[in-house]
């Protein structure tokens, strides 16, 4: 079973600054089912970004994402006051769901 | 604009049970596979199970753990998406959340419904 880290567990940064966020897979994966997620209070948690570098559907273009392998990133630049939230990276292979520990990024 | 709205969640006593509704709008409900991801207090996510369209069956995937005592299931008429939950564990204390799962990726998630399982 494939296992997903991310890195780091939180983030303190200020509006305007650049996050990068890091998602490793336990051995490679298939990138066309590597995706991300936002979660904050009270909302929907939404989908960001799929085949690990396609961004969802009415998502900002400050928010993309890279990587393949087992190595995949998260960035989002010039933070917005909304942006501050937990985001998760989650994984598809053999019919199994795999999702990442997420990151929390706080406002610094 | 998609939404998925659960309704069902509560306290209920360890060995009972609930059922879970999502009532689906915004989107051609019998062409989705459909879900429920959920998570635990301060715990991560857990993928839960998925039902395929009725045209592939409307056949159903469960984890191991919840495999004999969750059973998912879809109503087309209604646009819904049902969880009927048996036999429940105090570890099944968790959000459910509604998904629809396009390409091995979850597009749309509902606000989630609170289920708590405690004596």
């Known amino acids: 079973e494939i296992v997903l880290t991310q890195s780091p567990g939180t983030l303190s940064l200020s509006a305007g600054e650049r996050a990068t966020l890091s998602c490793r897979a336990s051995q490679g994966v298939n990138s066309n089912y590597l995706a991300w997620y936002q979660f904050k209070p009270g909302q929907a948690p939404r989908l960001l970004i799929y085949g690990a570098s396609s961004r969802a559907t009415g998502i900002p273009d400050r928010f993309s994402g890279s990587g393949s392998g087992t190595d995949f990133t998260l960035t989002i630049n010039r933070l917005e006051p909304e942006d501050f939230a937990v985001y998760y990276c989650q994984h598809y292979s053999d019919s199994v769901f795999t999702f990442g520990p997420g990151t929390n990024v706080d406002i610094k | 604009e998609v939404q998925l709205v659960e309704s069902g969640g509560g306290l209920v006593k360890p060995g009972g049970s609930l059922r879970l509704s999502c009532a689906a709008s915004?989107?051609?409900?019998?062409?989705?596979?459909m879900g429920w991801v959920r998570q635990a207090p301060g715990k991560g996510l857990e993928w839960v199970g998925r039902?395929?369209?009725?045209?592939?069956?409307?056949?159903?995937d469960h984890i191991a753990p919840v495999k004999g005592r969750f059973t998912i299931s879809r109503d087309d008429s209604r646009d819904t998406l049902y969880l009927q939950m048996n036999s429940l564990k105090t570890e099944d204390t968790a959000i459910y959340y509604c998904?629809?799962?396009?390409?091995?990726?979850?597009?749309?998630w509902g606000l989630g419904t609170l289920v708590t399982v405690s004596s």
């Open positions: 915004g989107f051609i409900f019998s062409n989705a596979w």
């Open positions: 039902i395929r369209r009725e045209t592939e069956g409307a056949t159903p």
């Open positions: 998904i629809n799962e396009n390409w091995g990726r979850f597009e749309n």
